[in-house]
């Protein structure tokens, strides 16, 4: 009995131990609440004035109507902006898309090159799908570019800075059409026609949006994180009127910078900031990295690393494995958080492959609310993005949020919380999420079918 006790005591005070260092991960409601206000400052203000103080930038994408159904035709897309690029040939009609599709794997190599490389692989890349596929024409192209970007029209913009792991020299503050353009004479092809450069969160609602006519929100959430939504141009004040027939535009709010003036500094933890201080880009993209799939798989790795310093985890083991950075991918939560926590097979076999044996039954059961404990917090604050944005366009009642992304489509409870957050803030609501088919690929394409019919129509 004695025995028994002792070994009840130590899961209790292990628990009490790991809940303590987990406690910072936590955001309450009334935290969630504060941080809408501030973000829809931010929001006011990158509607208000551009400049450097202005954290999220809040990017006109010219992209003033959603599809109305009677988008018709055969398109090019292209998708730039991981770290795989692809052509696509799609067909809209009736509301019905139908495609033809090539993926090609960008090297690191490449992607930290100049920008004459990385372009000239996106311009041999479509010339070798229109070969393949015989296609003699000049079809229209939506070009979804999925870096911050300052347009200045639907079909050209400059790269404001490269995130993710690109960082082409020569790029940044080039017109991102032109660089395509002049790639493609590189190459003896100066043919082009591109309609439309997308963001691949605006892509993202437009794909959603050609089969619901209430998707006013299109959200991100895999390696990165952003949101667009359909705005009114009067609100819009840093406008510089456009036209006088258009009512409404679609916003790439650029929210993965949120909090990069420290305004989230207080619900940041110090695995945040070491998390920040080994990245790339320091002080840069703070709400994209309590977010993001490129991140909580790291922040698991610190978060265990702390455990382990303290006894609570990996007790008598001396493997210093997870001492690398990265080594435990983000795709792991999924894994380890898929079930009912009954079945610890997942765990074992990850730490195995990680060359970490001795893993105990209670070493899982930590593992896993480590990343319980990461995923929720990233999963409420991603629902507090979206909420703030259907307050302020009144959308509450009825309307449709795109979403794409690994992070949302692979982690088993990633949406539920969403959901379940969103209740937290407004009770009764009947906004629906509804999974983006290809956002960057179809989504460019529709936004190329939309300004294909409004030039028309003109």
């Known amino acids: 009995y004695l025995r028994a006790g002792a070994i009840v005591f130590y899961i209790l005070f292990l628990t009490t131990m790991v809940d303590a260092v987990l406690k910072s991960f936590q955001i309450s409601l009334e935290a969630l609440e ?25 990017l006109n994408t010219y992209v003033h109507s ?14 730039l902006g991981g770290s795989n690029f692809r052509v696509l040939l799609i067909e809209i009609k009736d509301r019905e898309i139908s495609q033809l599709d090539k993926k090609l794997r960008i090297d690191d190599r490449t992607k930290q090159s100049t920008q004459e490389e990385l372009f000239d692989f996106v311009a041999q890349a479509l010339l070798e799908f229109e070969k393949e596929h015989n296609i003699t024409e000049n079809l229209p192209i939506g070009f979804t570019f999925s870096f911050p970007v300052h347009q200045t029209s639907l079909i050209s913009g400059t790269l404001i800075r490269w995130t993710k792991d690109f960082t082409a ?7 991102v059409t032109k660089m395509l353009e002049a790639a493609l004479r590189r190459k003896g092809n100066v043919a082009i026609d591109v309609v439309a450069l997308v963001n691949d969160t605006t892509g ?52 993965g910078a949120f909090g990069d003036d420290g305004s989230l500094e207080k619900w940041r933890t110090s695995f945040d900031r070491d998390l920040d201080a080994l990245a790339k880009n320091k002080l840069q993209q703070t709400f994209e990295k309590m977010i993001s799939g490129r991140y909580l798989g790291e922040m698991v790795r610190m978060v265990l690393v702390k455990l382990q310093e303290d006894g609570l985890f990996l007790v008598g083991n001396a493997s210093d494995k997870l001492r690398t950075p990265q080594v435990f991918e983000s795709s792991y939560l999924s894994e380890i958080e898929t079930g009912d926590g009954t079945d610890l097979s997942a765990c074992t076999a990850i730490f195995q492959k990680l060359g ?35 307050r302020k366009i009144g959308k509450l009642d009825k309307c449709t949020v795109a979403i794409d992304g690994t992070l949302y489509e692979k982690h088993p409870h990633f949406r539920e919380r969403m959901v379940s957050t969103m209740q937290e803030l407004a009770p009764g609501n009947s906004v629906q999420l509804k999974k983006s088919e290809d956002g960057s690929g179809r989504g460019a394409a529709t936004v190329a079918a939309v300004a294909s019919r409004l030039y028309k129509k003109k």
């Open 169 to 175: 020299k020569g790029a940044e503050g080039q017109d």
């Open 204 to 255: 993202t609602q437009m794909a959603v949006g050609i089969h619901d006519p209430d998707c006013y929100v299109g959200v991100i959430l895999g390696t990165g994180t952003n949101a667009c939504y359909l705005e009114d141009l009067q609100a819009v004040k840093k406008h510089k009127g456009e036209g006088s027939d258009h009512t409404h535009v679609i916003i790439n709010t650029e929210w």
């Open 34 to 58: 504060e941080i809408s206000l501030l973000l829809r400052r931010d929001f006011d203000k990158g509607l208000e004035r551009e400049g450097d103080d202005v954290v999220v930038k809040m």
């Open 356 to 390: 970490i044996d001795g893993v105990t039954d209670a070493d899982c059961r930590i593992v896993r609310r480590v990343c319980e404990a990461i995923s929720t917090r990233a999963a409420r604050l991603a629902a507090i993005g979206i909420v703030t944005i259907l």
């Open 66 to 79: 959603l599809p109305d159904g009677t988008e018709k035709g055969k398109f090019l897309a292209l998708d």
